[in-house]
């Protein structure tokens, strides 16, 4: 899979520079948090592994089985984080482990007044939420698809960590983890409403306009429509969709296309042109020019890759 919403990686340790196979560890210590580089050689079971502040986990390379609050294990891929609350044992099993095929993960402990201050500061500037009643992470949505917001932003932070060498590199880092923290949520809140939009659209106003973009997502939606049906002016409307989703109204719609476009391409029986009209778009060049934007390939690579 060839999309955009993947880590882009570190470089591996020397094999003479391992000091362990299972879980060999690099730590980047800075002011307000610690970005740990785990690489795992050889398959183990019930490895087991704890942090004293809360913790951000992203899949770079390979594959685990991760085991958390007492719940059955989950696959854990590439292009997934997990959140994981302070002192909370993570059981983690490395079923296809090599020495070439190794897995690589990031855990990024972050200190809890760095978590307070940035969402005490966004809840005074920006109060008054519609999905949640405030700024936050939500610890029960804890495994989640990177989106690419998501991902550019630890990718920044990685590049801080492993390679940023100026005396700023502290504050460089508490500029990165805001911004960090505000994509997690965002991330969580179009989680969120992908599962219960259609329980919360008569009750909240975000939910009810994301229902009735998703059943209208072939006609032509416009910024006017929508904030008739939230019931907001179109600049409190988008400045409210952005802040709490990360993306605007019309990025929101875009992705929606797109995502249904990768469904009708994988049914592989219908023209490329075809899939651009029956998404909702109206231009087989822009279709192919965004597709490949936020896929990394054309319609019709991908619709060949999906086929074989």
Request: hydrophobic letters at 40%; charged letters at 25%.
């Amino acid at each position: 899979m060839l999309e955009t919403n993947f880590i882009s990686g570190v470089p591996w340790r020397n094999e003479r520079d391992l000091k362990t196979l299972v879980e060999n560890r690099t730590t980047y210590t800075l002011h307000d948090c610690e970005l740990n580089i785990f690489e795992t050689h050889q398959e183990a079971k019930d490895v087991s592994l704890v942090f004293g502040d809360l913790v951000l986990t992203t899949m770079l390379k390979g594959k685990k089985v991760m085991h958390l609050f007492d719940k059955p294990g989950f696959d854990y891929l590439p292009g997934e984080s997990v959140i994981v609350p302070p002192n909370e044992v993570m059981r983690i099993d490395f079923p296809e482990a090599k020495l070439e095929k190794p897995t690589q993960c990031i855990a990024l402990s972050i200190s809890q007044e760095m978590i307070s201050n940035t969402f005490n500061l966004l809840n005074e500037r920006l109060p008054n939420k519609e999905l949640t009643k405030e700024w936050g992470l939500d610890l029960s949505s804890f495994h989640l698809i990177n989106t690419k917001d998501l991902s550019e932003i630890i990718n920044r932070f990685i590049k801080i960590g492993v390679k940023e060498r100026s005396k700023e590199k502290d504050l460089i880092a508490s500029f990165a983890l805001k911004e960090l923290l505000i994509r997690l949520t965002q991330t969580q809140a179009r989680d969120m409403l992908e599962k219960t939009y259609q329980s919360l659209a008569s009750s909240n106003r975000i939910a009810h306009v994301v229902e009735f973009i998703k059943v209208n997502i072939r006609e032509n939606l416009t910024l006017e429509a929508l904030s008739n049906k939230a019931c907001m002016s179109k600049a409190h409307f988008s400045r409210t969709f952005k802040n709490e989703l990360g993306l605007s109204p019309m990025e929101y719609i875009l992705k929606e296309r797109l995502k249904l476009a990768k469904n009708f391409l994988k049914l592989g029986s219908n023209q490329i042109q075809e899939v651009c009209y029956m998404s909702g778009f109206n231009n087989p060049t822009y279709f192919i020019r965004a597709f490949k934007n936020e896929f990394g390939m054309t319609p019709k690579v991908y619709q060949n890759q999906s086929i074989l």
